[in-house]
């Protein structure tokens, strides 16, 4: 049983809570018991990939005729806090393949390209990425470099792109360029000539992930593989399916760190008594409880407004900038109540600590979306 | 190969219970309900055979409404059939459960009913054995291994120390125990396709109740121990305590 203070469970759908419940049991047995060991040797478990294709956990939202399961928004995100309940890096993987790689594909790209790839990213055959980050372009996108030239037959791609999640591992890369000066997308396949992807090392965060740079130099696009969609709308539009889904996955990171903590803190004897009867103790224990609580209530809210096409970018950005800065601040307080052992491997707390430090800057940071909301309430633009 | 597998609809073991008011059932509010784990061993054992055989895998829950959502999961594990003998509400008894259970059995005539070893609920252990007797058919309780050859079968159970093979012959009754396979994830494509897919509803037949729950009580908390200290009063006081209410010397 997860923490559902409100009885929240009252307003999920059968098939919102079976995905929930058959997510975490998958997580239980297949994620836990290795994800320390990768987590320390700075590997992603590969052979999670097939189980969680078969798990159906590629394609989420992606249309039954292209191999996805063509559930809802709520059925995603319940399914990213499962995920990140093990760890942040199988969230991230699940992240980029369904909202970052599969959404682009299925809303911008031709007939022939959906069918070329999304059965095989759905089945688990083809690993996707998605580079839109520079290495003198983070916060501001808008200003990259990596452009395309229009040629007979297609486009001739030149540019790096940086802190790509599972850029290495990837079959197709989803690529934005800016060609004529406008920014648009591309498929790059693996083999390109001119395309390499090697990996960043010496993270202390997100250990289990695989982070990339991207390489292109004279790389020859074919014109199918252009996507069609013009302005900086076109990866926003990406990024705000994968930030809803990290909404509901820093829950799942909190929700690890506060069960650790009550389990933690009843079991714990000092002065005779367990910690958990300490005021102090207690006091922490009741802002996670109060912080995801309100967490969940935000996150269900603006699944089902996605669900009814009512959903604005500021939504997403509330939730995500919420829920990423409550579950850091749980870890933070969970490592307190875990004294010593806190810092140990034995229990999940500096692991999803570390990792919710990645989180919180990617998918745009904390800061940038505090701003988004600055604008929204005064219309001023605080970043541009 | 017709095979049916009867589950029933327990609440979560890590859920809290609290006696409801009445004092004669549990308090259902914030509970979650799932099927009972050695039901999905049963499921699970349902769908291998189907998987080697062939053939149609019903399953059957007997309860109220509210029963159907653990047809969904065993639709999303992948049986073929789901079917809720309705009761209109949950006073009924172990035997009101297995005649009910039993009567529709009969309707189907199956090869084989699987079901688990108890309901971890009221964990009553009646329903493999009374099963067998309404209908004339072997039961192998508590199986760990399960074999089957054409219409022979062998059934593996742990017993103290060791293990005992049992043979018999289809059609037959076998209860699930933990070891028996480890029951499969349902995959999010099966979830949402079962969110589709029928469940047949049958209304349950008047059996008269055998068993009266006359009262729920939670386990008493209160302390069993005494704490004293090694001060002469306190000697005293336990050399009294164990005379007077221990009364062992
Ligand atoms: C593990 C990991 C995986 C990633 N995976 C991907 C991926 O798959 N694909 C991808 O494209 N990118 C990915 N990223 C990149 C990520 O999206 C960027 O790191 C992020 O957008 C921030 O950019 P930056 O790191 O360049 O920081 P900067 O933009 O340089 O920001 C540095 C600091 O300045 C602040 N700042 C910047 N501009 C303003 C402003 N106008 N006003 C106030 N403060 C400001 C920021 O909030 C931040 O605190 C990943 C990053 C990490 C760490």
Known sequence: MSLDFFHLDDLYTEEEKLIRESVRDFVNNEILPIIESHYHAGTFPMDLVPKMAEMGLFGIKTSTEFGGSGANYTSYGLAMQELERGDSAVRSFASVQNSLVMFPIEAYASEEMKKKFLPKLADGT???????????????????????????????????????TNGTLADVAVVWAKLDGKITGFLVEKG???????????????????????????????????????GLKGPLSCLSQARFGIAYGALGAAMAVYDSSVDYS???IQFGKPIASFQLVQEKLVWMMSEISKGQLAAYHVGRLFENGK????????????????????????RDIHGANGILDEYPIMRHAANLESVRTYEGTHDIHTLILGEDITGIAAFS | M?????????????????????????????????????????????????EKNGGTVTCVVLGTEVSKDILRTALAMGVDKAVIIKTADDNYDSYFTAENL???????????ILLGKQSVDYDSLQMPSTLGEL??????SVVTKLTIEGTNVTAEREVEGGKEVISSTLPCIISAQKGLNDPRYPKLPDIMKAKSKPIEEV???????????????????????????????????????????????
């Open chain 1, 192 to 230: 390109t000539k001119g395309f390499s992807a090697p990996e960043m090392k010496g993270k202390h965060s997100l250990r289990a992930s695989v982070t990339s740079e991207l390489i292109f130099e004279d790389c020859e696009i074919p014109e199918e593989n252009r996507l069609n969609i013009n």
């Open chain 1, 311 to 334: 959903a604005r970018p500021q939504h997403i950005s509330f939730i995500k900038r919420n829920n990423v800065d409550i579950a850091i601040q749980s870890a933070r307080l969970a």
């Open chain 1, 266 to 268: 009843k079991s714990r």
């Open chain 1, 126 to 164: 083809f690993i996707g990425c998605f580079g839109l980050t520079e290495p003198d372009f983070g916060s501001n996108p808008g200003g990259m470099i990596t452009n395309a030239v229009k040629t007979d037959s297609g486009y001739l791609l030149n540019g790096a792109k940086m802190w790509i």
């Open chain 2, 135 to 140: 209908l004339n058919m072997p039961s192998v």
């Open chain 2, 203 to 249: 209304a349950a037949i008047e059996v008269a109740a055998r068993v009266e729950i006359v009262g729920l009580e939670m386990p008493s908390k209160k302390r069993i121990g005494k704490l004293v200290t090694d001060s002469e009063v306190d000697i005293a006081e336990i050399v009294k305590l164990l005379h007077e209410e221990a009364k062992v010397i």
């Open chain 2, 102 to 112: 039993a009567n529709y059995a009969k309707t189907l005539n199956p090869d084989i």
């Open chain 2, 2 to 50: 017709n095979i049916l597998v009867c589950i029933s609809r327990v609440p979560d073991t890590a859920s809290r219970i609290i006696v409801a008011s009445g004092g004669k059932t549990i308090d259902n509010t914030g509970i979650k309900f799932v099927v009972n784990p050695y039901d999905e061993i049963a499921i699970e054992e349902g769908l291998r055979l189907r």
